[in-house]
């Protein structure tokens, strides 16, 4: 999964990108004016897979991970009326946004802090980008969209409808994740990878002082954006970032001493799962306990897809036990003799915190 994080340069996204990666890249400056982005991979807490380790005792614990793009907007970019082409492509590569937005007074900017202000103007540069995109595909279905096999046509057809349809809703201000789509629509638009498409993680990035708010600020935030596949956390980047350089014994101290129930790496993968309606499973044994990441509605076969194309290929069934079931149990074979640990087919719907163990056939 790989979530691209964007803001007007001052918003301190990049002390958000340190703060999730425990980075430690440059800040300040339009992050020293640099052009490329900067990425990092997370492995994603989830004390389950630990739990899961120390029943185990495997020779390799593995968890599953996201991939941070910290993508550079230069000042201006939005004022003049556009963000350079380069930059939107980057964007466009992501399965999610988080918007960082300055929630914080600064000293060195004159700008009073208003974080909406700032959400709004990169929102309206995303739907511009859009429009963009669609005025272009319009003027070339049209045109030569009316040629080629019956088939061809008929397809240019219904992707030139489909985009008529779409084009007024996004120059009424309104974002794509808010329009009600089919599942044919959202295949026939995939490869546009829409920016005003993609779920959204608005991040308030308040000061200091208004660590112990978080929870309140971030209610109140989500009231404010009510979006479909979007959501709202408030956090102090600045502070987050320096939990993410510390020790492990010393994190917790320091938090409870500015009111930090929790630091912002767990809370905001979690939130960026539910937008994008990921969920983990695992697979767990002598050699490796692993967490592996699905979609809602993905099956048993897409789980053995997920570990290894050999296995769906070859699927026969999988051996399922609730991570909660399986605790309780103390392991497998006390699993298996209380009737907990089922044998699933191809269809069965895979649920969060499943273990499996798929069954194939080699030959196949």
């Not at 800040?27 to 990092?40: H, K, L, Q, V, Y």
Request: hydrophobic share 40%; glycine share 8%; charged share 25%.
């Amino acid at each position: 999964m790989q979530v691209t994080i964007v803001g007007l340069p001052g918003s301190g996204k990049t002390t958000a990108f340190n703060a999730l990666t425990g980075g430690h890249a440059e800040t300040g400056g339009f992050s020293g004016g640099r052009a490329a982005p900067n990425i990092g991979v997370v492995k994603v807490p989830d004390e389950r897979l630990d739990r899961l380790s120390a029943l185990f005792s495997p020779r390799k614990t593995t968890p599953a991970d996201v991939t941070y793009v910290d993508v550079a907007i230069p000042p201006g970019a939005t004022k003049e009326g556009t963000v350079q082409a380069d930059v939107l492509a980057q964007i466009r590569n992501a399965d999610a946004l988080l918007h960082v937005a300055r929630a914080f007074e600064d000293a060195t900017n004159p700008v009073a802090a208003d974080p909406w202000r700032d959400v709004d103007e990169l929102d309206v540069e995303f739907t511009v980008a859009d429009l963009t995109v669609i005025e272009k595909r319009l003027e070339k279905l049209r045109t030569s969209g009316r040629h080629g096999s019956p088939s061809e046509r008929e397809q240019n057809a219904l992707e030139e409808e489909l985009l008529a349809r779409i084009e007024p809703h996004l120059a009424e201000g309104r974002p794509l994740r808010a329009m009600q789509l089919t599942e044919d629509d959202e295949q026939r638009l995939r490869g546009f990878r829409f920016l005003t498409q993609k779920p959204v993680l608005v991040i308030l990035n308040i000061g200091e002082g208004q660590a112990a708010e978080a929870g309140e600020l971030s209610r109140l935030g989500a009231e404010r954006y009510a979006q479909p596949n979007s959501g709202v956390v408030a956090l102090s980047a600045r502070i987050e970032s320096e939990i993410a350089q510390l020790p492990a014994e010393d994190a917790p101290l320091f938090m409870e001493d500015l009111g930090i129930a929790e630091a912002s790496r767990g809370l905001v993968i979690r939130s960026t799962y539910a937008l994008l309606g990921l969920f983990s499973f695992f697979t767990a044994g002598e050699d490796e306990c692993r967490a592996w990441t699905l979609r809602t509605g993905e099956t048993a076969v897409d789980a053995a897809a997920a570990i290894h194309t050999d296995l769906a290929r070859g699927f026969i069934r999988a051996e399922v036990v609730s991570f909660e079931d399986l605790m309780a149990c103390g392991s497998m074979a006390e699993a298996r003799k209380r009737g907990v640990l089922r044998s699933e087919g191809k269809t069965y719907l895979v649920k969060d915190g499943d273990v499996l163990q798929v069954l194939f056939n080699v030959s196949r």
